[in-house]
Nanobody, 125 residues
């Protein structure tokens, strides 16, 4: 059974940091690209970061570039999202996803096959 389980969300003050984890089972990140998405209250879900399966090349949305870092540990089959300099605008539910052939078109990530249930990140002023 394929599963993606996010963890690490919580409440943090503005300017603080959090690291999200996404543990996968039933497939391997060596063969699937991994992405992080978030959905803020009242807004559409947006793709914020992607790491490729082949060479671990990364993509970041402009809204998180320079503050967030995606990485993966192949031995643990886990992907991480290090989030720094958090602001209230970063509040939302963060989802991990995996895709065999993810693509990015005009800053939108497509092609994700599996999704986690999400973890809530709340940034207070």
């Amino acid at each position: 059974e394929v599963q993606l389980v996010e963890s690490g969300g919580g409440l943090v003050q503005a300017g603080g940091s959090l690291t999200l984890s996404c543990a996968a089972s039933g497939f391997t990140f060596a063969a699937y690209g991994a992405g992080w998405f978030r959905q803020a209250p009242g807004k559409e879900r947006e793709g914020i970061s992607l790491i490729s399966a082949k060479d671990s090349s990364t993509y970041y949305a402009d809204s998180v570039k320079g503050r967030f870092a995606i990485s993966k540990d192949s031995a643990k089959n886990t992907v991480y999202l290090q989030m720094n300099s958090l602001s209230p605008e970063d509040t939302g539910v963060y989802y991990c996803a995996a895709g065999k052939t993810p693509t990015i078109v005009i800053d939108t990530i497509y092609g994700m096959d599996y999704w986690g249930k999400g973890t809530l990140v709340t940034v207070s002023v």
